[in-house]
T-cell receptor, first 115, second 111 residues
Framework: DAGVTQSPTHLIKTRGQHVTLRCSPI?????VSWYQQVLGQGPQFIFQ???????GRGNFPDRFSARQFPNYSSELNVNALLLGDSALYLC??????????????FGEGSWLTVV | GENVEQHPSTLSVQEGDSAVIKCTYS??????FPWYKQELGKRPQLIID?????GEKKDQRIAVTLNKTAKHFSLHITETQPEDSAVYFC??????????FGPGTRLSVLP
């Protein structure tokens, strides 16, 4: 069975540009969460989606947005990129929402470098 | 919201020795605690988890203990091997929306 798949794996963007990151959850999983991991730190929560509805939002500016599609895949969009947005962006999937104590499984991540 | 502390930040042990990493959490309603291992340049991978209705769980050389009264849980690795070298993260649920992760422990197993 395929795990969580993310694309692209690596990308370099210029300050002010926009980026779209994509995620496909494990087959049968209906919840997708996005986390940002800065080098040397633990993952920080950005968004959670379950059944195409936003179930939670972390402490990130409005430049960050996301959505979940009918096939449960998801996109994370970041506008007006800043140098500080450089990080590993992790998508995690689970069978249900975190509120039900569901385990989350991470994809390999998208390494974003902003120059 | 939930706050998770993790100690130590770095840990070096000799191959074959045991390693213990401890995390504390703040929300007494939290009921599920996973541990993730992250090797350099890789994704965090779930290695073991525990729910609040049990006090201990084992999986081969790895065990997790939970003390709900003191609000802390610990990861125990016995007979450490070089391939155990990685960064380990604990996590706790935050109001059911997400997981809050600890800052990580860098474990080095010296041959």
């Amino acid at each position: 069975d395929a795990g969580v798949t993310q694309s692209p794996t690596h990308l370099i963007k210029t300050r002010g540009q926009h980026v779209t990151l994509r995620c496909s959850p494990i087959s049968g999983h209906k919840s997708v969460s996005w986390y940002q991991q800065v080098l040397g730190q633990g993952p920080q929560f950005i968004f959670q989606y379950y059944e195409k509805e936003e179930r939670g939002r972390g402490n990130f500016p409005d430049r960050f947005s996301a959505r979940q599609f009918p096939n449960y895949s998801s996109e994370l969009n970041v506008n007006a990129l800043l140098l500080g947005d450089s990080a590993l962006y992790l998508c995690a999937s689970s069978t249900g929402p975190t509120s039900s104590g569901n385990t989350i499984y991470f994809g390999e991540g998208s390494w974003l470098t902003v120059v | 919201g939930e706050n998770v502390e993790q100690h130590p930040s770095t840990l070096s042990v000799q191959e074959g020795d045991s390693a213990v990493i401890k995390c504390t959490y703040s929300d007494s309603a939290s009921n599920y605690f996973p541990w993730y291992k992250q090797e350099l340049g890789k994704r965090p991978q779930l290695i073991i988890d525990i729910r609040s209705n049990v006090g201990e769980k084992k999986d081969q050389r790895i065990a997790v203990t939970l003390n709900k009264t003191a609000k802390h849980f610990s990861l125990h690795i016995t007979e450490t091997q070089p391939e155990d070298s990685a960064v380990y993260f604990c996590a706790a649920p935050n109001y059911g929306q997400n997981f809050v992760f600890g800052p990580g422990t860098r474990l080095s197993v010296l041959p």
